[in-house]
C-alpha cells in the first residue's frame, strides 16, 4: 500500500524525501511529487502549498494519479487550547473547518450536503503516529541543542490527540485565538489544511491522518514566532516522527 506524506512548506518534510530508495520525481498539476521506496514500502512525498483548496488540489492528486492508499500530513500549527504549548505535538483525532459558515442555511460550521463539520482521523494510521511521536520522553528524538530548547521552551513537550481546525487564514492575534477558543473550546489547534484533505479523503474512502508541532499560540507573537520556529525546529521534529512511522508501516502487510 503507497502511503503520501504531505506538508504545506517544504522545511515541514525537509530532507525526509531524500532518505527514500529507487526515487523517482514527477511534475504533475503544478507540484512536484516524489515517489520511492521506504524499506521497501511504496511512498511519496508531496507538498500542497498553503490554503485549503491547494491542500485538497494535491491530496485528490495524489489518490487519482499515483494511487495512495493513505495519506499523512505533517507540519505546524497554532496552539489553541490552553494546555497545548510551543514544541508539543497535536496529532489530530478530528478536524473542523473553522472559517466554513453557511449559516442560516445550514449550521454554523456544517459542511452543506454532508450534515457534518467534523471528519474523523483514522484511527490506525493516528496511534501508528502516537507511538512514533511519544517514542522517548521528548517525541523527537532529543536532537536539539541546549540554545534551541531554551530559546523555544522545549525542556517538557507532550503529545496530545483530538480536535485540530482549519481556515484559510494564518490566526495571528489574541482576539482571534480567543474567539476560536469561544466557538469550538475542545480544538486543540490551528492550521490552513487538514481538514479539507479530511474532507477529500473522506469522499475517496482513503485513510487519512495529520500530526502537527506546535510553532506559536495563534496570537500577537505567531508572526514573529512561526518563522523562527520553522526553520530551527520543525524539519528536526518532522523527521524524527515521520521517519518512526514510515518504518513502522513498512514492517506491516
Do not use: N
Not at 506538508?7 to 504533475?28: C, F, I, K, N
Amino acid at each position: 500500500m503507497a502511503t503520501a506524506i504531505l506538508s504545506a512548506l517544504p522545511e515541514e518534510q525537509e530532507g525526509l524525501a531524500a532518505l527514500m530508495t529507487d526515487t523517482e520525481t514527477v511534475r504533475h498539476a503544478g507540484r512536484e511529487f516524489h515517489r520511492g521506496r521506504w524499506q521497501g514500502a511504496p511512498v511519496v512525498f508531496a507538498l500542497s502549498r498553503i490554503g485549503k483548496v491547494a491542500a485538497a488540489t494535491t491530496a485528490a492528486a495524489l489518490i487519482e494519479r499515483f494511487g495512495v492508499q493513505r495519506i499523512v500530513f505533517t507540519g505546524v500549527a497554532g496552539g489553541l487550547h490552553p494546555e497545548v504549548r510551543v514544541g508539543d505535538t497535536v496529532i489530530a483525532g478530528e478536524f473542523l473547518q473553522h472559517d466554513m459558515d453557511a449559516t442560516p442555511l445550514f449550521p454554523r460550521h456544517e459542511i452543506p450536503l454532508y450534515a457534518r463539520s467534523r471528519f474523523g482521523a483514522d484511527m490506525a494510521l493516528s496511534a501508528t503516529i502516537f507511538e512514533a511521536a511519544t517514542a522517548d520522553k521528548t517525541g523527537v528524538g532529543g536532537t536539539f541543542d541546549a540554545e534551541t530548547i531554551r530559546r523555544f521552551g522545549l525542556q517538557a513537550m507532550r503529545v496530545h490527540r483530538g480536535l485540530l481546525v482549519s481556515g484559510d487564514r494564518f490566526v495571528s492575534s489574541a482576539g482571534e485565538a480567543r474567539a476560536l477558543r469561544e466557538a469550538l473550546p475542545d480544538a486543540l489547534a490551528v492550521d490552513m489544511e487538514g481538514a479539507a484533505v479530511a474532507q477529500v479523503c473522506h469522499d475517496y474512502g482513503i485513510p487519512f491522518a495529520a500530526v502537527r508541532h506546535i510553532s506559536d499560540r495563534a496570537d500577537d507573537a505567531a508572526h514573529v514566532d512561526f518563522p523562527a520556529y520553522l526553520k530551527a525546529v520543525a524539519a528536526l521534529q518532522a523527521r524524527a516522527v515521520i521517519t518512526r512511522f514510515l518504518s513502522a508501516q513498512a514492517q506491516r502487510p
